[in-house]
T-cell receptor
Framework: EAGVAQSPRYKIIEKRQSVAFWCNPISGHATLYWYQQILGQGPKLLIQFQNNGVVDDSQLPKDRFSAERLKGVDSTLKIQPAKLEDSAVYLC??????????????FGPGTRLLVL | LAKTTQPISMDSYEGQEVNITCSHNNIATNDYITWYQQFPSQGPRFIIQGYKTKVTNEVASLFIPADRKSSTLSLPRVSLSDTAVYYCLVGPFSGGYNKLIFGAGTRLAVHP
């Protein structure tokens, strides 16, 4: 079974530029998550989709970050304009249903963003 | 959501058993305890989950006392490849949906 795919793996941009990350979850998984992981910290949830609807975006900086999951499959996370503090690893994860404490989240390898 | 406290770092040697304890004093009745493992340059990976008593799988064991205010992840006979960050997470629900709240985790270094 294929895992969660993310691209690109690495990205270097200058501040105030725009950047987009792509995620393809495990086939059949209804729930998709985007996390931000700053060096030395645990991942922080940015947004959670259930199919193509948003169920939690309380920690998404909406003035610069946006995400979509058209057709309830793959997803794109965008930052516009980027700030230095956005340098981090952006992780995508998916789970089968999204409900129930016993459900496992499967993470992709992440995209490492460096903002100069 | 229950807050967790775990050691920032631990050191061990190959072949030893490693026990990482996580404190979660305000765990709720419907909360489960889940551990994830993260290697450098990879996303976290599910290790084990439990509600009470003891759970064992091919990778680890999870010990949960009766009051559920703490839990211990046990890794038997660690190897160099077990060097990673281990996260303890408690409590799933946010509006009915799963929500993982990660702390800083425990950085385990296994030495030859």
């Amino acid at each position: 079974e294929a895992g969660v795919a993310q691209s690109p793996r690495y990205k270097i941009i200058e501040k105030r530029q725009s950047v987009a990350f792509w995620c393809n979850p495990i086939s059949g998984h209804a729930t998709l998550y985007w996390y931000q992981q700053i060096l030395g910290q645990g991942p922080k949830l940015l947004i959670q989709f259930q199919n193509n609807g948003v169920v939690d975006d309380s920690q998404l900086p909406k003035d610069r970050f946006s995400a979509e999951r058209l057709k309830g499959v793959d997803s794109t996370l965008k930052i516009q304009p980027a700030k230095l503090e956005d340098s981090a690893v952006y992780l995508c994860a998916s789970s089968l249903v999204g409900r129930g404490p016993q459900e496992t989240q499967y993470f992709g390898p992440g995209t490492r963003l460096l903002v100069l | 959501l229950a807050k967790t406290t775990q050691p920032i770092s631990m050191d061990s040697y190959e072949g030893q058993e490693v026990n990482i304890t996580c404190s979660h004093n305000n765990i709720a009745t419907n909360d489960y305890i889940t551990w994830y493992q993260q290697f450098p340059s990879q996303g976290p990976r599910f290790i084990i989950q439990g509600y009470k008593t003891k759970v064992t799988n091919e990778v680890a064991s999870l010990f949960i006392p009766a009051d559920r205010k703490s839990s211990t992840l046990s890794l038997p006979r660690v190897s160099l490849s077990d060097t990673a960050v281990y996260y303890c997470l408690v409590g799933p629900f946010s509006g009915g949906y799963n929500k993982l709240i990660f702390g800083a985790g425990t950085r385990l270094a296994v030495h030859p």
